[in-house]
């Protein structure tokens, strides 16, 4: 296991997010390689930490001044052993290769999770959408899409949003993808409704980590009910699970930005959401502004000087970290820990350190990784994917039937395989062993390719 991630670091130096998930997986399927030796002569993890190919493309657009700019462009098409390419683009300042690469390789297994005929990919672009006029967003989208457009196809690598892309963007490079290819085709999922989007796609994510969520606690007879939940994060994912946790009786006390988070200690009311959802979506302004509106709220700034992030540092029974990588240090865990949390469920991807996972894992709360977790909204993709396929669209209810009873089998699915390789009631080892062995067969199936 050392020397296979010594030689990972070796051909990927520097990349520490992407190196940071190929460990955790590694060390999960340990158990797995020891009594399938066959894979480990087929090299199965060398060609899965390998991506099928990455491009990386120049986007140049034009400024409300007439301005030329320059950013950069991704694809990592990863892994297309079970199904077309298919993962979301990010449009972050802080999107590099390493981010995008342990994206696409987490995504490979979540995908697998999923039960769906769906390949691992992601992509995005260091631009950032923040501040930009909506001509703007659109010339950018463009641009990102008249290189992009070459390598996607419904059948080949099929894109949705991330951070920094929702609706608004995802409809831009359908347009684009259309004007160049003249086909309308469902290349892109997290689509507007009029134009094939699937009813439940923009919940999904949220909606699926709470469904898994429940699950979790019912194997300890609790519900979600009365719980106070410290929730990171007011974007797309936020919004949904709070959205969620409130249905199910929960009291959300925090959320967040990139600039700071409000402590609401008598919990966040529906039409507080609306409010949060409105001014996020529509006005696209900041969280701060929830703390002038509503004074009973306490609104702390970022503070760059300190080690650990306040939010997680609150009375409660349950975290759902939805905004970034990273955001739970080692520190942060041990807080959440001190403070009663005893569940932590993954809304954004790997929002927990290598060192705060052990910790979370030592204590035996209930702890989800991401890839089961959030599994509902790529699973809602695949569900668009099939319905632009069979050109209709479901009703919310079954889409949302859909969703609950998938991530019910992903909850089970997680637990089985924890239980059969030795690690019971540790979802990030049941998580990463079921998704690896429904790769590593088709990979095994394929051939040497
Ligand atoms: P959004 O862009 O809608 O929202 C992201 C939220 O996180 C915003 O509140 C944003 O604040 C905050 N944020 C982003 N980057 C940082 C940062 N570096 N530091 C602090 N806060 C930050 O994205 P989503 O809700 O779609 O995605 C959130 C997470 O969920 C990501 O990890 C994503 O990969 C994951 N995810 C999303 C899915 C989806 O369906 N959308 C599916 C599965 C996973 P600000 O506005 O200030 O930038």
Not at 239 to 248: C, G, S
Not at 440 to 446: G, K, L, V
Request: aromatic residues 8%; contains cysteine; charged residues 25%.
């Amino acid at each position: 296991m050392e020397d296979f991630l010594k030689k990972c670091e070796e051909s990927n130096p520097g990349e520490k997010e992407f190196l940071q998930a190929v460990t955790e997986v590694v060390k999960s399927v340990k158990p797995v390689l020891d009594r399938h030796p066959e894979y480990l002569k087929e090299k199965i993890l060398e060609r899965m930490v390998e991506p099928d190919r990455i491009i990386i493309f120049r986007v140049p657009w034009l400024d409300d001044k007439g301005e030329v700019q320059v950013n950069r462009g991704y694809r990592i098409q990863m892994n297309s052993a079970i199904g077309p390419y298919k993962g979301g683009l990010r449009f972050h300042p802080s999107v590099n290769l390493s981010i995008l690469k342990f994206l696409a390789f987490e995504q490979t297994f979540k995908n697998a999770l999923t039960t769906l005929p769906m390949g691992g990919g992601k992509g995005g672009s260091n631009f950032d959408p923040k501040g930009k006029s909506d001509r703007e967003v659109m010339r950018f989208c463009q641009s990102f899409m008249t290189e992009l457009f070459r390598h996607v196809g419904q059948f080949t690598d099929v894109p949705a949003g991330d951070i920094g892309v929702g609706a608004r963007e995802i409809g831009y490079l359908f347009g684009q993808y259309k004007r160049l290819q003249n086909e309308f085709v469902g290349v892109l999922t997290g689509k507007s409704l009029s134009f094939g989007g699937s009813l439940i796609r923009p919940e999904a994510t949220g909606y699926g980590v709470v469904y898994f969520a429940s699950e979790m606690l019912a194997t300890r007879g609790e519900t979600l009910e009365g719980k106070v939940c410290l929730v990171s994060g007011a974007g797309n994912v936020a919004q949904y699970t709070a959205e969620k946790l409130l249905a199910f009786g929960a009291k959300v006390v925090t959320m967040s930005d990139s600039n700071g988070y409000i402590y609401a200690e008598q919990g966040i009311t529906r039409e507080q959401l609306a409010y949060i959802m409105e001014l996020k979506n529509v006005r696209r302004g900041r969280i701060s502004e929830y703390a002038e509106k509503y004074k009973d709220a306490l609104y702390v700034p970022v503070d760059p000087a300190k080690d650990y992030n306040p939010l997680w540092d609150h009375k409660a029974d349950c975290a759902f970290p939805c905004a970034t990588q990273n955001e739970i240090n080692a520190k942060d865990a041990a807080n959440l820990l001190k403070n009663g949390v005893s569940l932590v469920c993954e809304g954004a991807n790997m929002p927990t350190v290598l060192e705060g996972v052990d910790i979370l894992l030592d204590s035996k709360i209930l702890y989800a990784p991401s890839k089961a977790a959030n599994a509902g909204g790529v699973l809602t993709s695949g569900l668009e994917m099939s319905q632009n396929s069979m050109r209709l669209s479901w009703t919310r209810e079954e889409v949302d039937s859909r969703l609950h009873t998938t991530m019910k089998a992903i909850h089970k699915a997680c637990v089985n395989a924890a239980e059969t390789y030795g690690t019971p009631g540790n979802y990030v080892d049941g998580a990463n062993i079921a998704g690896f062995l429904k790769v590593a067969d088709a990979m095994m199936a394929q051939g040497i390719v």
